[in-house]
């Protein structure tokens, strides 16, 4: 989201990048929560990941399975 | 046995009876049954009932097990599922508009093993939309209301599995938990609810909420019943690459009372800020009867909590409309308001917020693994605040339920809920304990050490 863009152009910008319609009488009420997705932006950008690798989930076929 | 007798009986109190022929599962099926019949228009925690099914189950059982083929513990046991657990010839809705019609021809890999141990279905049971929201306020089939107080929620997602068991309609039942599903509406409802280990439980046949944070778990009566029927669903499974190959112990056998030695962390942040009076109070009494039986209390700092929720909201949300976007986009007006707005806010996280947050779980595994070797096991609150009244704020009312349990589906670390007393109006309060990885014992060893001191699995709701 840029610093002048207007929440909801925001909103809706981004739902039809997923592919969604969504109608214009809800855009305000997702445009309200878009301060909570951009403090969660924010706090995990200020942590120290340092060279830490993503928390894995792809396992190749046929590769041991390990506890 | 009379219908009160057979009401008050545990999963394990009944097996026991059952292996020892003085009670027939068909008897015991057909009281659930009844009961069903009985609370049902208060509670509405089913969705669908498989009466004709378990009775016939039920026969089957008795046959089996007149002729010497006893299976264990879960033979002949009525047990509910949360309406997401794949059902061979059975609708499996998810509580939802979508999947109303979905009629699965396999059974989901727990559903299957629990078969296999002999135990008898009595239906799918209601839950919040998708397993998506704290509250089991169904706009499809209905709310969940709790046991204890019908005008309030039974929290969720798997608010009908919670509700079931506290009200006496089966012995235990199966939820899931991606951020508190499990653990809140046990806590909410005054039952024992585990969600194990990431990785302990297959997810297979169990509709998804978000792939790296769903968790499958019993909700029973007590500690033992959680721990016989978590041993007869756990294990690996080819069908599931999450399903880990690691050993699983007879849960139960490790429940001997004793916490003697067991060194127990108590957080200094965020766990007990804005916490009801009474929950406080409850938890910090708890954690005072566990000293007095042996164990050790120190206080403790988990490093970056306050980034948790930021992180599986990072995972969770774009996941969830990772499996939904088909539907949405061609059925959005199917979905409960809730449940739409959430899956819509999906996508505004950007990608690179999900690698961070999946970075996040590297490090905070990373760091509460160090704690975790000064701790045997973490004692929160399970949730907040006690049950909500139905129709209370609902982004509000799930907001402050979520904010003890789903750390631990970010470390994958298995938890349980369990009671540990009643508010002034009469409502359960929840105590949570955290383990290490693959640590269930020790969980279920210590709460069943407290569950035995306090006895507060006897007291029932008058639904």
Not at chain 2, 54 to 83: S, W
Not at chain 2, 218 to 236: H, K
Not at chain 2, 325 to 350: F, I, N, S
Not at chain 2, 364 to 372: L, T
Request: proline fraction near 7%.
């Amino acid at each position: 989201m840029t610093e002048t863009e207007d929440p909801e152009a925001t909103v809706r910008r981004l739902t039809q990048l997923a592919g969604l319609a969504v109608p214009e009488e809800r855009l305000s009420s997702l445009a309200a929560l878009l301060p909570l997705v951009q403090q969660g932006t924010e706090t995990l950008a200020r942590l120290d990941l340092g060279e830490r690798e993503p928390a894995p989930l792809f396992r190749v076929p046929g590769q041991e399975r390990s506890g | 046995m009379k219908a009160d007798e057979l009401q008050a009986l545990t999963l394990a109190e009944a097996a026991r009876l059952i292996a020892g022929r003085e009670l027939s599962p068909r008897e015991l099926t057909e009281e659930c049954l009844e009961r069903i019949e009985a609370v049902e228009p208060k509670l509405n925690a089913f969705i669908t009932v498989t009466a004709d099914e378990a009775l016939e189950a039920a026969r089957r059982a008795e046959g089996a097990i007149a002729a010497g083929e006893y299976r264990g513990p879960l033979h002949g046991i009525p047990v509910g599922l949360k309406d997401l657990f794949a059902t061979r010839g059975v609708r499996t809705t998810a509580g939802s508009k979508i999947m109303a019609d979905h009629v699965p021809d396999e059974d989901a890999t727990v559903v299957r093993r629990l078969k296999e141990a002999g135990a008898v279905i009595v239906g799918k049971l209601n839950l919040h939309e998708f397993a998506f929201g704290a509250t089991s306020v169904n706009p499809h089939y209905g709310p969940v209301r709790n046991p204890w107080d019908t005008g309030r929620i039974a929290g969720g997602s798997s608010g009908g599995s919670a509700a079931a068991v506290a009200a006496g309609e089966c012995l235990a039942a199966l939820g899931t938990d991606t951020g508190g599903s499990i653990r809140i509406p046990s806590s909410l409802c005054g039952i024992v609810g585990l969600k194990p280990t990431y990785g302990r439980v297959s997810r297979y046949g169990v509709v998804p909420l978000s792939w790296a944070l769903d968790h499958v778990g019993p909700m029973c009566r007590t500690v033992e019943d959680a721990a016989l029927v978590l041993g007869a669903i756990a294990g690996a499974d080819p069908l599931d690459p999450s399903a880990a190959d690691v050993v699983v112990p007879r849960f139960e056998s490790r429940l001997d009372g004793d916490v003697k030695g067991l060194r127990l962390g108590v957080p200094r942040e965020y766990f007990f800020d804005n916490v009801d009076a009474e929950v406080e109070a409850a938890v910090r009494g708890a954690v005072a009867v566990l000293e007095e039986l042996g164990a050790s209390v120190r206080e403790v700092s988990l490093p970056h909590l306050e980034a948790t929720p930021h992180a599986v909201n990072a995972i969770m949300l774009p996941e969830a409309l990772a499996y939904h976007q088909a539907w949405l986009k061609e059925r959005p007006g199917d979905y409960g308001e809730d449940v739409r707005l959430r899956l819509e806010l999906g996508a505004t996280y950007p990608a690179v917020h999900y690698v961070q947050a999946q970075r996040t779980r590297s490090l905070i595994v990373e760091e509460w693994g160090r704690v975790f070797e000064e701790i045997d096991l973490l004692v929160t609150p399970a949730t907040p605040i006690p049950a909500a009244a139905i129709g209370e704020a609902e982004l509000t009312t799930t907001l402050a339920l979520i904010r003890f349990t789903n750390p631990f589906n970010l470390s994958g670390q298995p938890a349980v809920s369990l009671p540990c007393g009643l508010t002034k109006t009469g409502l359960p309060i929840g105590l949570q304990l955290v383990g290490r990885w693959w640590d269930e014992a020790t969980v279920l060893r210590a709460a069943h050490a407290y569950e035995r001191a306090n006895q507060w699995h006897k007291v029932r709701p008058k639904v």
